[in-house]
């Protein structure tokens, strides 16, 4: 989308929230116990990310949480923008999903300066500030790399041969991408034979994991293993090699994160090999911290969501479970 548009789209967004707001929350001395919650989104880039928010929305509504949602369209900007209205409009209690990790000072000051507490979810920040947000609730991106690493490891375990690995990146500069790629080096790099011979930004996007991998596959004739930092660009990717007629699953040995429904799919399909979960049903612990923080209450400063590693063999029987 048109970074123009997109900021423009958000604005709208953002004066229909204030002009909704005008009234009612505690945050607004609305006289009213109700908490009220600025959530600013990422955007909707996945079929992961959907499920984020529905659970987020879910969930504020069966705690009587009231909701201020702000899609901020993968755009910082936007985000930033959507955080001062929440801090303008004085709601009880900020939280965010950062779209990258750096650059968030300024504004986290201002909720600081304004009282507002702050939780950061799904992704963290890099600051050099102290008491800017409470508690962050998530995964731990490093070690899903990791995972997906010892995937690769152990597949060509008793492989001589180089293997020759394509990295399908999230979008530049954002945590998840930061920290998966860190974790799977960390652990292929333990072996020579083990190379990337291409890393490029697919944007966490369906259509960018096959653009890049075709381009991938125009460059390299010998690919042994295709990484991905989430599903969407995997499943994106799939259509790129099926096209150039090789058999994903087989002739390139893929691994993904995520661990939607689609990608359990072609899991039981034989598509993809392993998938790496992070889960993004966050909603019930994030109003937990929600009203912990508005009470004043001690909470832990990381607490991280459960996660499984998925194969092939357990694809079909988990189908039936995946809710995204």
């Known amino acids: 989308m048109n970074k123009a548009l997109s900021t423009t789209a958000a604005a709208v967004a953002l004066t229909a929230a204030a002009t909704a707001c005008g009234s009612g929350g505690g945050g607004q001395g609305g006289g009213d116990d109700t908490i009220v919650l600025g959530f600013s989104q990422v955007g909707a880039e996945s079929g992961w990310r959907t499920a984020n928010t529905e659970s987020i929305k879910a969930a504020a509504e069966e705690a009587g949480i009231e909701l201020k949602f ?9 985000q930033i923008q959507a955080i001062r209205s929440f801090i303008q409009q004085d709601v009880d209690v900020i939280a965010f999903s950062p779209v990258v990790e750096s650059g968030w000072d ?3 000051a201002e909720a600081r300066n304004a009282g507002i507490p ?14 800017v947000y409470e508690t962050f609730l998530g995964s731990d991106f490093v070690e899903e790399g990791r995972n997906a690493g010892r995937y690769v490891v152990e597949e ?28 799977f080096a960390e652990v292929i790099g333990e072996d020579d034979k083990f190379e990337i011979v291409a890393s490029q930004d697919g944007d966490f996007t369906r259509a960018g994991g096959q ?16 990484y991905a930092h989430n599903d969407d660009m995997a499943l994106g990717a799939i259509e790129s090699i099926e096209a150039a007629g090789l058999e994903p699953g087989e002739d390139i040995k893929i691994v993904s994160v995520d661990g939607i429904k689609d990608a359990f799919q072609a899991m039981a399909d ?5 998938v790496v979960e992070c889960n ?42 995946r809710e995204y």
């Open 70 to 78: 702000s899609d901020a369209q993968q755009q910082q900007e936007n």
């Open 106 to 108: 300024t504004v986290l």
């Open 118 to 131: 702050v939780v950061l979810t799904d992704r963290a920040v890099e600051t050099d500030q102290e008491d």
């Open 156 to 183: 060509f375990a008793d492989s001589d041969e180089d293997v020759n690995i394509v990295e399908l990146q999230g979008t530049t500069g954002s945590a998840p991408a930061i920290d998966r790629k860190e974790g």
């Open 211 to 226: 653009e890049v991998m075709q381009a991938f596959l125009g460059s390299h004739d010998d690919i042994d293993v295709l």
């Open 270 to 274: 034989g598509k993809i090999n392993q």
């Open 280 to 321: 993004p049903l966050i909603g019930p612990q994030l109003m937990d911290l929600v009203e912990q923080v508005h009470a004043g209450e001690e909470v832990p400063e990381r607490v991280e969501v459960e996660e499984g590693v998925f194969g092939q063999d357990q694809a079909e029987e988990e189908l039936p479970n």
